[in-house]
């Protein structure tokens, strides 16, 4: 297959966005909670050309996955324009490379992680925000807490003053059958609510971060009021092309 001309790709970007925004209007509408939403483009093998695109047409947060890529990128990246999540899984030993560099980690999966994250931020002086990562559909595949174990999760970690948790984030299964789907998203918001009803020392909970190209309006009407959209933005990725 040809590889599409960078401009080709620039104006599918246009489109990709502006259609994109509309459903998210219209799933806000639907919704019950009425809530704001974030759109953190999932930007994992796109360039930073196109990256540099999306403040411009409405995007200005970003989620890279892995530490190499977000360090190749980092310099090419407009960053004055955008605020940078990471949402891949993450390493302990390679938290020093990002903790400078991102504003938010929203793979926040286990105490060993935390703490970490803790000690480097300390290091920089500065306060990292996190998103607990819950496996809502307890899948090998996937990290993060167990649905059950959040809130013990949380009151682990609440006495690490460098990490300021802000809410939750969740990769739920793909489902051919969106009722099940529903199920997964209705138990995300359900934890979500429980946890912020306890308002518990230090953890913050306002941000709840799922829906991807396939489910992002499904999961605004749920209650998700940051989106990860990688491919409806880009389309395809390309995953042989050297980045
Ligand atoms: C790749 C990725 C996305 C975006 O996936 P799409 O299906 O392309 O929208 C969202 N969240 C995470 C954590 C990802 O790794």
Known sequence: MMERSSTDKASQLKLNAAELLKNVKTSREKSPFKQEVTVCAATKTQSAELI????????????????????DKYPLIDKDRFKIHFIGHLQSNKVKYI????????????????????????????????????NIGREESKSGVDPDKVEEFLLSIKDLTSIKVQGLMAIPPICEDFSVQKQYFQKIMQIFIDIKGKNMDNINMHILSFGMSGD????IECGANMIRPGTALFGKRDYNKEN
């Open 99 to 134: 903790i400078d560099k991102v504003d938010m980690i929203q793979s926040l999966d286990s105490l060993s992680l935390a703490k970490e994250i803790d000690r480097q931020a300390k290091k920089h002086s500065k306060i990292m925000n996190v998103l607990c990562q819950i």
């Open 216 to 219: 992002y309006c499904q999961a």
């Open 52 to 71: 540099n695109m999306l403040p411009d047409l409405g995007i200005t947060t970003i989620g890279e996955n892995r530490v190499q890529e977000l360090l």
